[in-house]
């Protein structure tokens, strides 16, 4: 089967319909991750079918827990890497206000010549740490969607991306088969950033499990977060609620 059929009936299964445009998009993004991947570590998955169903799919499954369709979202992915999900997301919903973000230079270096080539306009590559932007007032409650995959066990995960959400926006959370017990562990420190858990949902993607975490923020952080030298790794919230309780 030629690529592109294979991608359309790939989206297709998960009821997402991409114009020719959108299509060659993809196709051409998949090429750039491929041939960058000879000079610099991007991703172990470069079979084009593993790639479509483990990093473009599993991208877009968030229309489980959310239809972005129209919507003019403003939208951050904490720990994008080679721009997943952020970059699929863009392509299949071109009305969102993305911004890519890595403490790692040289892959957001590669995303500005995805961009430039695949001419995406409103997203932009911003470099740094998350634990340090959180706190800055130009990035702090100012996104309405706070995506992040593959980045941290879910408990430092919340502290880093909690904070840039507005009141009343989400964060979604991908993750794998411990995703529901992260989430549990992870609910004391939900709360004390401000948010709490709304939908989650469970799929299966080539036979592994995944989970869909969607945090709905109900009121402003605490300054105090998120804590900085690494303290959201080094004594995670959940170690700090349990001694409290
Ligand atoms: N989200 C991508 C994916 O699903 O393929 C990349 C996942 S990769 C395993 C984790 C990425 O998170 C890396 O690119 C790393 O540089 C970034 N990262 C880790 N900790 C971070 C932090 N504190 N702030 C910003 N980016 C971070």
Known sequence: MEKIEFLK??????????????????????????EKNKVMNLTAI??????????????????????LSGKSLKMIDIG???????????????????????????????LDE????????????????????????????KYDLVVSRAVADMTPLCELCIPFCKVNGLF?????????????????????L???????SEFSLDSSKRFLLSILKKKPTDNKYPRGSGKPFKSPLYIETRICT
């Open 9 to 34: 009936n790939a989206l297709k299964e998960i009821n997402i319909v991409a114009d020719e445009n959108k299509l060659m998009q993809l196709l051409k993004f998949y090429d750039m991750i491929v």
């Open 46 to 67: 470069t079979d084009f079918e593993e790639f479509v169903t483990k990093h473009i799919v599993d991208s877009l499954e968030i229309i489980r827990v959310i239809d």
């Open 80 to 110: 994008t890497g080679a721009g997943f999900p952020g970059i699929p997301l863009k392509i299949i919903y071109p009305d969102l206000e993305v911004t890519l973000f890595d403490s790692l230079k040289k892959r957001l270096v590669f």
């Open 114 to 141: 995805v961009i430039m080539s695949l001419s995406l306009k409103n997203i932009r590559t911003v470099h740094g740490r998350a634990e340090e932007y959180g706190r800055k007032n130009e990035y702090r409650e």
């Open 172 to 192: 979604i959370s991908y993750k794998g088969s411990k995703g529901y017990e992260e989430l549990q562990k992870a609910e004391g420190c939900i709360k004390i």
């Open 194 to 200: 401000g948010g709490e858990k709304s939908k989650v």
